[in-house]
């Protein structure tokens, strides 16, 4: 007598993301093992990420260099223009980028930071005067010309600058690392009259000393972020009798670069993981969380061995944080949609990343800054070619580890795509060498139920996703089960929907 | 009169001289010896004279010669008193004058203080003396000596003092003006702050208002200081001007002292004076008596030589020229 196949069901497998620090056997069949250039959509699946389109076609002052930084400089007239940093240059323009480096200004690197303030545009990178550009001058200058300009030294030549509470702040300089300069009032330009001032928090540090390594405005809030630290400031709207609110001791922020503001967080990459400040308006405390509890060892991994920079930014549009390690390669995408049981986000990665700079815009769009130039992050197609898409499911027991599986059949359910190529990849015990299934996404429209005209009406009008279910069969046997699945992604979002496993079964090994 | 010459008040027989006035009558024998030895001269006018005034003589004229010696005799009395008059006016001027003349006194305090007046026995030059007992002259250099130091004190620059009293102000206030750096210090580093600087206020505004209001006590302290120090000297000149004027207190005593003693030598005086004049009226009345009797007694001459001469002279006048007149006409031609 024929034993009955038993059905599993993964629904929407991975939309909890990537964990790789639970043990495989005992982890919830909601994550994912490998979820790589993928996010999590709008209906909670694991999908595809979105490629990125190169906007830039003369990229002649770049070279061979990559887009370090980019900034939208918008001012309240509604001027804007877009300014990004490489090659040792300060550029503009997006199609064409044209070198907006002052005369006779010599920059060895490119490690700038740009803020928007009071209609004008701040370059700030340590060692290096500051630098300035507003629609009124139509150009670059250094900021000790600005008419006005006073207290502009080498002393506040700073790494790290915020736009906040009416000032710029900066810190980070070449030999002190504890203080921290604040402008006159909307004057970014005036660093010794009017209410400028400083504050040296050598003595503040909770473990006694520290480096500064970031500035945060949050809630009222001056969060400066050591390396190991972090010290918060409130009533930073006067910084003359802004007072210590809270201190940190053991966290700090690993680069000036991971730090973004979500509106009602701020998140940032500690040497343990991804982490925010809640907000917690009526106990006035600062409880930390840790958003990066699946993939803490990876990110710790990658901080330790990163020898290049940090890049990251915050998108509401697409709901996500990426952090980049710029030297491996490698982005992590944290979906903010909402957050685990424990709190920590659902992730993502995009490895064999060439993404070297991020900048939201105001409109929305994505800007993206590679070596090719600035890209937008759009469509499907890492600039006309395809990437991989990968899920791997944890390994998978059916409720019984110690009994023998065999899979028959593995029926994927998959939205959008039209043409690619997918894989349905499987392994058992533990084993990294996956059989593979692959099957032909149909194009658009040629089998979908959806998006057919009836009586010339479309039944769904606006979406050309196409919903493919595929029943595989699959070969093997084993305790474990590890299902997976890849695909090209080449113009068409991919979203995995539901794989559905039946399997036969068998005797107690 | 003594025999300084000075009218004794109790003498009362002046020697004014006696007066016989048979003295004033020639004898016969002077007159013809007269005549001879006028008449002796050969050759001399005169010898005509003489022996007329011999004949004269021997004709009656004794007796009118006599009448003349007596009225010389008076006429020659009457100057000798009014010599006199005068000589016992004199010595009675001199004698008043030793008697207004002013006597030396001295007032002894009863602290033992003196004022005394001398007159110089050479120049006559009236000084006075004043002289403190030795406590009063122990008392007043003591005085002195406070009053030039307060005045020395005075005269000093105010600098220095107002430092040292600045000092001492900035003594007392520097330890609480501590305690509440101190406090503020511990209040900032709670706060997180103790770094803060702004081009604003410098530091932290509670550093800067600490730091003012410091700033505002120390000036406080030192207009203080000043003022204190232009008060002391205002005292120091006050102390000293009470000083000096008790340094005069003693002498101020003695002459107050002294007044009572000059009132009495003043009526010592005033009757030495009165004395004085009663003496030379006195005097003046018994001067004026003696030469009353001496002119009494000179009229009384002359009346006797008058009438002598008047017997003489009317009786030959009517007769014959007298060759006496004659012989005088001559002499007088």
């Known amino acids: 007598m024929a034993q009955q196949l038993s059905s599993i069901n993964l629904v929407a497998p991975a939309f909890k993301g990537v964990n790789t620090e639970d043990s495989p056997i005992a982890q919830d069949p909601s994550f994912a093992e490998v979820a790589d250039n993928a996010v999590i959509d709008k209906r909670g699946r694991i999908a595809s990420r979105k490629g990125y389109d190169v906007i830039t076609t003369t990229k002649t002052e770049l070279g061979s260099d990559s887009i370090r930084a980019i900034r939208e400089f918008r001012d309240s007239s509604g001027n804007t223009e877009i300014f990004s940093v490489g090659n040792n240059k300060i550029l503009s323009g997006t199609t064409t980028l044209v070198d907006e480096t002052p005369a006779s200004y010599s920059i060895t690197a490119d490690n700038w930071k740009m803020v928007n303030f009071n209609d004008k545009i701040y370059f700030f990178q340590r060692g290096y005067e500051p630098l300035v550009y507003d629609n009124t001058g139509g150009s670059v200058v250094k900021l000790s010309t600005v008419t006005g300009a006073a207290g502009v030294t080498s002393a506040m030549y700073g790494n790290e600058v915020l736009s906040a509470y009416g000032r710029l702040w900066t810190a980070d300089f070449s030999s002190d690392k504890s203080t921290i300069y604040w402008s006159d009032l909307l004057i970014g330009h005036d660093w010794s009259g009017g209410t400028s001032g400083s504050i040296d928090i050598s003595k503040v540090w909770p473990d006694g000393y520290d480096e500064i390594v970031a500035l945060a405005a949050h809630n009222g809030l001056l969060v400066i972020f050591g390396q190991h630290s972090i010290v918060v400031y409130q009533g930073a709207e006067a910084p003359a009798t802004m007072s210590l609110s809270d201190t940190v001791a053991g966290v700090g922020c690993v680069d000036r670069d991971t730090v973004q503001h979500t509106g009602t967080d701020v998140l940032f990459l500690s040497h343990t993981g991804l982490r925010s400040f809640g907000r917690t308006i009526q106990q006035k405390s600062m409880p930390l969380q840790t958003l990066s509890k699946t993939i803490t060892k990876d990110l710790i991994a990658l901080i330790q061995n990163e020898s290049s920079f940090y890049r990251s930014v915050y998108s509401p549009e697409e709901n996500f944080y990426l952090l980049t390690f710029v030297g491996q390669s490698t982005t992590y995408c944290f979906d903010l949609r909402g957050a685990l049981e424990d709190g920590s986000l659902r992730v993502t990665r995009w490895p064999s990343s060439v993404f070297t700079s991020y900048e939201r815009l105001q409109s929305g769009e994505l800007y993206i800054g590679s070596d090719q130039g600035i890209s937008e992050y759009k469509d499907y197609q890492d600039n006309g070619e395809s990437f991989r898409f990968k899920y791997y499911s944890p390994s998978l027991t059916f409720g019984d580890a110690s009994k023998l599986k065999f899979i028959k059949k593995i029926k994927p359910t998959i939205v959008g795509a039209s043409g690619e190529v997918a894989s349905i990849k499987f392994a058992y015990d533990f084993d990294e060498t996956y059989r593979s299934v692959a099957f032909n996404v149909p194009s658009s429209g040629a089998g979908a139920e959806f998006n057919v005209a009836q009586f010339n009406i479309d039944e769904y009008s606006g979406t050309t996703q196409q919903v493919v279910r595929k029943a595989l069969n699959a070969t093997g046997s084993g305790s474990t089960v590890v299902v997976g699945l890849e695909a090209d992604i080449d113009g068409n979002a991919l979203s995995l929907q539901e794989i559905n496993i039946l399997a036969l079964v068998g005797k107690t090994v | ?333």
């Not at chain 2, 003498?11 to 006035?21: A, E, K, R, S, V």
């Not at chain 2, 503020?184 to 600087?197: F, K």
């Not at chain 2, 005292?235 to 008790?246: D, E, F, I, K, R």
């Not at chain 2, 006496?324 to 002499?331: G, M, Q, R």
């Open chain 2, 1 to 333: 009169m003594d025999e300084d010459g000075i009218i004794d008040p109790n003498q009362t027989d002046y020697n004014i001289g006696t007066f016989n006035p048979m003295d004033a009558v020639m004898s016969e024998e002077a007159i013809a010896n007269l005549g001879t030895s006028i008449a002796g001269e050969e050759g001399n006018p005169l010898s005509g004279l003489l022996s007329g005034i011999g004949s004269f003589l021997s004709g009656g004229g004794a007796q009118g010669l006599a009448g003349i010696g007596l009225l010389l005799n008076a006429y020659n009395r009457l100057g000798g008193i009014g010599e006199e008059g005068l000589r016992l006016g004199q010595d009675l001027a001199t004698t008043q004058m030793e008697q207004a003349a002013f006597r030396p006194y001295t007032v002894t305090t009863a602290t033992g203080g003196q004022f005394g007046t001398q007159i110089d026995p050479t120049t006559g030059q009236l000084s006075t003396t004043m002289a403190m007992s030795p406590q009063e002259q122990a008392f007043q250099q003591q005085m002195f000596g406070g009053a030039g130091q307060f005045f020395d004190q005075a005269a000093m620059p105010t600098g220095d003092r107002e430092a040292a009293i600045f000092e001492r102000m900035r003594a007392t206030m520097s330890p609480e003006e501590q305690r509440q750096r101190l406090a503020l210090e511990e209040r900032l580093a709670a706060q997180g702050r103790l770094g803060v600087r702004t081009a604003q206020f410098g530091g932290a505004p509670e550093q800067f208002a600490l730091a003012q209001a410091q700033e505002e006590a120390r000036n406080r302290a030192m207009l203080s200081a000043m003022q204190q120090a232009r008060q002391e000297q205002a005292q120091q000149a006050a102390l000293g001007q009470q000083y000096l004027g008790a340094s005069y207190l003693p002498q101020q005593q003695m002459l107050a002292a002294f007044a009572p003693g000059q009132t009495a030598a003043a009526q010592q005086q005033q009757a030495q004076l009165y004395g004085t004049g009663l003496f030379g009226e006195a005097t003046a009345s018994g001067i004026d008596a003696l030469l009353a009797s001496g002119l009494g007694q000179a009229n009384l001459m002359g009346e006797a030589g008058t009438g002598l001469l008047s017997g003489l002279f009317g009786a030959r006048s009517s007769t014959a020229t007298n060759p006496f007149f004659s012989a005088l006409a001559d002499l007088a031609s």
